[in-house]
């Protein structure tokens, strides 16, 4: 069963606007970490943000904030005043702490484009 | 900042031949990972290690095997290659178990079989 769901399209954003990226996790681990990357079109993944699920304030990370929501299973990801580098694939992940080793599950991503 | 290296950017191979793909990181990680990525699947784990000599599978295993003789180098092996293992495959490290722990990713190599 899929653990990590982004069902978004492909999004068009306005520079300087915010946008929101969802993703619904599955688990039945009380502890585990949610995390979004970034990939840009070169390929490499870039760390953003992290959230453990004990955590008890939304993890912010300059642009970048969390909004977790435990209850609903949710983690979206919010990217205030967009700018035309954010445009790249965007993917939440999970590591449930039943493997133990740190392994991350992830979506299929969300694509957002910047446009000036 | 930690580096993960992957040997080739692209690679095109030919279906039956042994392919390796090498990965390198150079900050003393314990964990390495091998995905897969695919156009409208995500990232899918095909082998993770957490120590020398030691690997696990992931979610894909099949077709492919894994090498961890030194820390800092985690190889994936396609043993025979087919034209279904075409994809971009990226390498993965981590510090060690911890839950919040990152992974830092390669830059990835786009392997095409023929």
């Known amino acids: 069963a899929q653990k990590i769901t982004q069902t978004q399209p492909g999004m068009f954003v306005q520079e300087k606007e915010a946008v929101t990226l969802d993703c619904t996790y599955d688990t039945s681990d009380q502890s585990y970490g949610l995390f979004w990357y970034k990939q840009p079109s070169s390929g490499e993944m870039i760390f953003l943000i992290y959230?453990?699920?004990?955590?008890?304030q939304n993890a912010t990370e300059g642009r970048y904030s969390l909004n977790f929501q435990k209850a609903r299973k949710s983690a979206n990801l919010v990217i205030s005043a967009s700018q035309l580098g954010d445009s790249a694939m965007y993917f939440c992940?999970?590591?449930?702490?039943?493997?133990?080793?740190?392994?991350?599950?992830f979506g299929k991503g969300n694509q957002v484009v910047v446009i000036p | 900042d930690v580096k993960v290296t992957q040997s080739s950017r692209y690679l095109v191979k030919r279906t039956g031949e042994k392919v390796f793909l090498e990965c390198v990181q150079d900050?003393?990680?314990?964990?390495m990972f091998w995905y897969r990525q695919d156009p409208g699947l995500g990232l899918r784990l095909i082998y993770f290690?957490?120590?020398?000599?030691?690997?696990e599978k992931g979610d894909i295993p099949e077709g492919y095997s894994v090498s961890r003789e030194k820390k800092e180098r985690f190889s994936l092996i396609l043993e025979s290659a087919s034209t279904n293992q075409t994809s971009m495959y990226l390498c993965?490290?981590?510090?060690?178990?911890?839950?919040?722990?990152?992974?830092?990713f390669g830059s990835g190599t786009q392997l095409s079989v023929l």
């Open positions: 900050m003393d990680h314990e964990n």
């Open positions: 992940a999970m590591r449930e702490d039943f493997y133990g080793n740190n392994r991350l599950a």
């Open positions: 290690s957490y120590d020398v000599k030691m690997k």
């Open positions: 993965a490290s981590s510090r060690d178990r911890s839950g919040n722990e990152k992974l830092f």
């Open positions: 959230q453990g699920s004990y955590d008890e």
